[in-house]
């Protein structure tokens, strides 16, 4: 199983980016993927997850209603967009895939890429 995110960088407050998260050594369209981050000295927080259907989608509360996640099964690729980016979103941001229990919880997810930075400044 391989996860490799990419897209961060530095933004400024109010900006955009759009995540990536480029899968391989599994049958991604049978399997339930998600985002979460980790800013330093915090615990690794759920940002957004898609099941394997892509009908619905399940947000954060620090990202609800400004976050899109989606999913190409024929990439075998899952996006996160966030917009109007606060200083507070910098973290890196990892993608996960298989979950065995409940999303919101890290400890469900069985497979974890890399991680790729976001810095927001103000």
């Known amino acids: 199983v391989q996860l490799q995110a990419s897209g961060g960088g530095l933004v400024q407050a109010g900006g955009s980016l759009r995540l990536s998260c480029a899968t391989s050594?599994?049958?991604?369209?049978?399997?339930?993927m998600a985002w979460f981050r980790q800013a330093p000295g915090k615990e690794r927080e759920f940002v957004a997850a898609i099941p394997r259907t892509g009908i619905n989608t399940y947000y954060g509360d620090s990202v609800e209603g400004r976050s899109t996640i989606s999913r190409d099964n024929t990439k075998r690729t899952v996006y996160l967009q966030i917009d109007s980016l606060k200083p507070e979103d910098t973290a890196v941001y990892y993608c996960?895939?298989?979950?065995?229990?409940?999303?919101?919880?890290?400890?469900?997810?069985?497979?974890w890429g890399q991680g790729t930075q976001v810095t927001v400044s103000s």
């Open positions: 996960a895939a298989g979950p065995i229990g409940n999303y919101y919880n890290a400890r469900s997810w069985r497979s």
């Open positions: 050594g599994f049958t991604f369209r049978s399997t339930d």
